[in-house]
């Protein structure tokens, strides 16, 4: 266990930190599954509606840091690719 004043903050810290990037990640992957449900369901409107919705948590997520720009742009390339295919 950390002694010193400041090792104990980066502790309180990280944590506070780890929980935000885990809720942002939980978040990504629900919308992930919403795209992917609709697209077995062969629902091609509520598949478009999930993915705008997904692409933009993805997104966000990359800009807060959760995610590598380029993991993000895979991702939504890969949902968008699996929406477009339903046609």
């Known amino acids: 266990m950390a002694n010193i004043k400041s090792a104990k903050k980066r502790i309180l810290v990280n944590r506070t930190k780890a929980d935000r990037n885990k809720a942002i990640k939980s ?9 992917t449900a ?6 091609k409107e509520a598949a478009n509606a999930a993915l705008t919705a997904a692409t933009a948590a993805i997104y966000k997520a990359a800009s807060k840091g959760v995610f590598q720009k380029n993991t993000a742009s895979r991702k939504v390339s890969r949902l968008a690719q699996a929406v477009n295919k339903m046609a």
């Open 38 to 43: 609709a697209v077995a369901a062969n629902d």
């Open 27 to 35: 978040g990504v992957k629900t919308s992930v599954k919403k795209v």
